[in-house]
Nanobody, 123 residues
Framework: QVQVVESGGGLVQAGGSLRLSCEAS????????MGWFRQAPGREREFVAA????????DYADSVKGRFTISRDNAKNTVYLQMNSLNPEDTAVYYCAACRLAWATTWPAYNYWGQGTQVTVSS
């Protein structure tokens, strides 16, 4: 079992930045693919970014490429999502998730989920 806890959400003006953090415990963190997903009201959960267990593979949704950066620190059991140039369309609950597979970018493949953290971008 893996426990996942996100932090770092909040309210920011358009053009601003936020950094989300996610700590996972209970299983060897370095064996897990980690991902960020988001869900806005009335919309389906969508992929944002993922990083492989040792950080060698990274992928982003087209909508966040060039603005968001995912990274991980296996010594701290933590994955980060640096979000720059935020716009109101980025407003959503952001979820961190852990996956036992070597690689995945679709939410059903992820086994463990955090409770989510709200990100609100005002115009």
């Amino acid at each position: 079992q893996v426990q996942v806890v996100e932090s770092g959400g909040g309210l920011v003006q358009a053009g601003g930045s936020l950094r989300l953090s996610c700590e996972a415990s209970g299983r060897a963190f370095s064996s897990l693919t980690m991902g960020w997903f988001r869900q806005a009201p009335g919309r389906e959960r969508e992929f944002v970014a993922a990083v492989s267990n040792r950080g060698r593979r990274i992928d982003y949704a087209d909508s966040v490429k060039g603005r968001f950066t995912i990274s991980r620190d296996n010594a701290k059991n933590t994955v980060y999502l640096q979000m720059n140039s935020l716009n109101p369309e980025d407003t959503a609950v952001y979820y961190c998730a852990a996956c036992r597979l070597a690689w995945a970018t679709t939410w059903p493949a992820y086994n463990y989920w955090g409770q989510g953290t709200q990100v609100t971008v005002s115009s």
